[in-house]
């Protein structure tokens, strides 16, 4: 009590104000619904008021977003801003942080993802993820990808074996650059390789959703183009949402683009429009690079 | 966004550039509208040594085109900017180019004013007609640059509207040198010049409206071309 009187009392006037930040934080305040087009009509993956708790800590607040079938969502936002946090709910990745809390309705075809009765192992293997750093096992290229079927039992022998670790592969564009020596480790490859690696890995399974976590960051730019190429042509099969920092790559590869500050999902829309006319001042100010 | 808030980055350089290119085409336009002064004077007043000045700053208009258009293709690889700074650099590919066709018109007048000097007395000269038209887009281009200066939306459309009545006059003068024509036939070398002159006046409003219309487009994100007026009017004018 004491100290909100005192506080009243000081005559903060002096401070030079900065109309763009004071109006974008206003703006932020005000905020109560994520403008645009959180949702879809063909949506595979349903998130309705998620809300995440990293101990007393809220990371993220009342999020409504649909990943569409045959549709790339990306999702930027500033450091911190909880777009990762909030990729990993969509396979459960949250689960192995003790402090971490989850709430809100989130569905696959409308099956409820923290469902008592959902195995998130069989989850994480129809929503795929593919991380920032490739992250191959230390096996060779062949088991990198053989790894998943196996132990999922997706194959009955071992012709069927190499049939889906080949097509895998094929459909990570990384089959003719490595089918000479499918039995060197997979961390012989260069860094797009790996990735495509982990790519190949991811797809093995037959995922339906594919989430990428910064998946070009380590990436030099003829990788990442490959990458993106490879995105693209995934996507006529999977659903796909990639968290990124470069703006560019969101704006090339994505059909809708979430754009999140401080937790709170702000603007969805298509990406034509984000990246012309985006409708939120914070969007505005972020992909612009304005203060605020 | 009614506001660019050009010196809002986080970058400084990218302010500057910005910046620099806006005034830059306030320059230019200011340059242009100066033109069309001259060439209007000279097409009226048959002064052949403005005519002259004009021909001759034509020269300065194109290079500031070029100019600007490099440095926006510079912000264009550098920048990649994006929303209200992609609409602005788009904005000013786009201006510029009907800067420096408006300053070929007014030099068209100029060139005219010639013709118009030793035509026979017993020609009515259309001064009086020509003038009038002049004003009105004289005043159209004035305000149009402003807007853009201003970012002001409904200004541009209110100017954009104006065009109604610069196209009426220009139909009208094109109707009285058409009845001279057929009762005069003789006479047809400078009527058709006369028309001409009455044409680039008609086409600096044309240019005036685009640039109205990219006005819009900067500050709203809509592309508001071959729209028809009511559509425009139901959407921004409340």
């Known amino acids: 009590m004491n100290t909100a009187v005192a506080t009243d009392t000081i005559d903060t006037s002096f401070i030079p104000r900065d109309p763009v930040k004071d109006s974008a934080q206003e703006a932020f305040h005000k905020l109560t619904e994520t403008v645009g087009t959180p949702t879809v009509e063909n949506a595979k993956m349903r998130s309705r008021d998620v809300n995440v708790f990293y101990g007393e800590k809220q990371a993220i607040f009342d999020v409504n977003l649909d990943i569409g079938n045959n549709e790339v969502v990306a999702m930027i936002g500033p450091s911190g801003c909880g777009k990762s946090t909030f990729l990993r709910c969509l396979n459960r990745m949250n689960d192995t942080i003790p402090s971490c809390r989850v709430t809100g309705d989130l569905s696959l075809d409308g099956e409820d993802l923290y469902g008592a009765d959902l195995d998130p192992v069989l989850l994480r293997a129809r929503v795929g993820m593919v991380f920032q750093k490739p992250n191959p096992f230390a096996k060779s290229i062949y088991d990198n990808v053989a790894y998943g079927p196996r132990i999922h039992g997706l194959s009955s022998n071992r012709a069927e074996l190499d049939d889906i670790v080949v097509d895998s592969l094929r459909k990570a564009g990384l089959y003719d650059e490595v089918k000479d020596r499918l039995d060197a480790p997979g961390t012989s490859l260069s860094g797009g390789q790996q990735q495509r690696l982990c790519i190949a890995r991811s797809i093995a399974v037959s995922p339906e959703v594919i989430l990428m976590d910064e998946p070009c960051s380590a990436l030099d730019p003829i990788a990442t183009a490959r990458i993106e190429e490879l995105i693209d042509e995934l996507r006529q099969n999977y659903a796909i949402a990639i968290v990124t920092h470069s703006m560019q790559q969101a704006a090339r590869v994505s059909q809708r683009t979430a754009y999140f500050h401080l937790g709170k999902l702000v603007e969805v829309n298509a990406t034509n429009d984000v990246f012309t006319n985006p409708q939120h001042e914070l969007t505005e100010n972020y992909i612009t690079g304005r203060f605020g | ?238």
């Open chain 2, 1 to 238: 966004m009614d506001k660019l808030h050009l010196d809002q980055h986080i970058s400084q350089q990218f302010n500057m550039e910005l910046e620099d290119i806006r005034n830059k085409v306030l320059t230019m336009g200011g340059l242009v509208e100066q033109q069309v002064t001259n060439g209007l004077t000279a097409l009226l007043e048959a002064d052949n040594d403005l005519a002259s000045k004009v021909a001759e700053s034509d020269f300065e208009i194109n290079k500031m085109e070029v100019d600007i258009d490099e440095d926006c293709t510079q912000v264009l690889a550098r920048r990649q900017p994006t929303a209200s700074d992609l609409r602005l650099i788009v904005t000013v590919i786009k201006v510029i180019t009907d800067l420096e066709r408006i300053g070929d018109e007014a030099e068209k007048l100029g060139r005219f004013s010639r013709d118009l000097t030793d035509m026979a007395d017993d020609l009515p000269s259309y001064r009086k007609e020509l003038r009038h038209l002049g004003e009105l887009v004289k005043s159209m281009l004035h305000d149009s640059l402003d807007a853009f200066a201003r970012l002001d939306v409904d200004a541009a459309l209110a100017i954009a509207q104006r065009d109604e009545d610069v196209n009426d006059e220009y139909r009208t003068l094109e109707r009285l040198l058409g009845t001279h024509l057929v009762e005069d036939p003789r006479q047809v070398s400078k009527l058709f010049k006369i028309t001409w002159c009455a044409r680039a006046l008609e086409r600096i409003g044309d240019h005036s409206v685009n640039i109205c219309e990219y006005v819009v487009y900067l500050v709203k994100g809509r592309d508001i071309r071959h729209t028809s007026f009511d559509d425009i009017r139901s959407e921004f004018i409340k």
